[in-house]
């Protein structure tokens, strides 16, 4: 099996994230262990798609939902391709397979009630862990950034001349964020109070813990999940619901789709438009509301 092979040209080619690769490694791994316990086979380099079909038929029955399930299969159809390329095998045996069918995710944002009482209504802490709580929440919802980009801004990408923050996305693709004025008055007062830390091991970086390391991804999403508890119902908190808020916040107040698809980081258009049926909801309720023929 060329897996090794395999991860490193995700990583070093594709510029993949450390995650993204290891989720990758993860799937290939559970075939292979299905492969060798079911058909004693211990190189799947030369399966057959009736093999990867009894996979499936066995995900299945054991309730795994068929988005993760199409997931699994397409980092199987990467590694085959991967194969193909170096030109280890000649046939990809699931160059035929038709993804799954799944049901329509909806997403739905935080109101703009809900993001006000999370970020005026509750009262923070005053330590340096409170700063920073509010501080995470607040630059998640201004700036739109994903989890990861936000763990890995550095202190360095933060810039309060031009009042604008660097943003490495998905694949090392870079982009510019306009920062608002609230937002650099908390980045100053929580870099002040960085200060004081004991000790700073990964000081490059913009968000720490107590203790001066790097955040880590768990730690951002149980913080999520802590303050909005507190002020929403929704049973899904988490910091791509924020991303999420970020965008039909935007559209719902008019922002044009291409602005916002920039300040997202897509690569496309169609990416960006996921996030455009809360506002049309929003602009069919002014239309109704606001149209001389609205209440007939």
Sequence with gaps: MFLTEFISYLDLEKNYSTHTTKAYENDILEFSA?????????????????????WIVDLSERKINNRSINRKISSLKAYFKFLQKIEVTEINPL???????????????????????????????????????????HVLYVTGMRRAEVIALKVSDVDFETMTIKVLGKRNKERIIPMLA????????????????????DDKFMFLTKSGNKLYETLVYRLIKKYFREVSSKVKTSPHILRHTFATHLLNKGADLNAVKELLGH?????????????????KKVHAKAHPRGNK
Excluded: W
């Design 182 to 201: 609230e937002t650099k008055e908390k980045f100053i007062q929580y870099l002040l109070d960085r200060k004081r830390l004991n000790e700073v091991v």
């Design 34 to 54: 299905f492969c060798l316990s079911n058909y004693d086979l211990s190189d799947i380099d030369i399966v057959e798609y009736n093999i990867v079909r009894f």
């Design 267 to 283: 690569s496309s258009l169609a990416s960006t438009q996921v996030y455009t049926h809360n506002s049309i909801a929003e602009l």
């Design 95 to 137: 160059s035929k397979h038709r993804a799954l069918k799944t049901a329509k995710k909806v997403e739905i944002p935080f109101s703009e009630l809900e993001m006000e009482n999370v970020l005026s209504q509750i009262e923070y802490k005053e330590d340096f862990e409170g700063i920073r709580d509010e501080l995470l929440i």
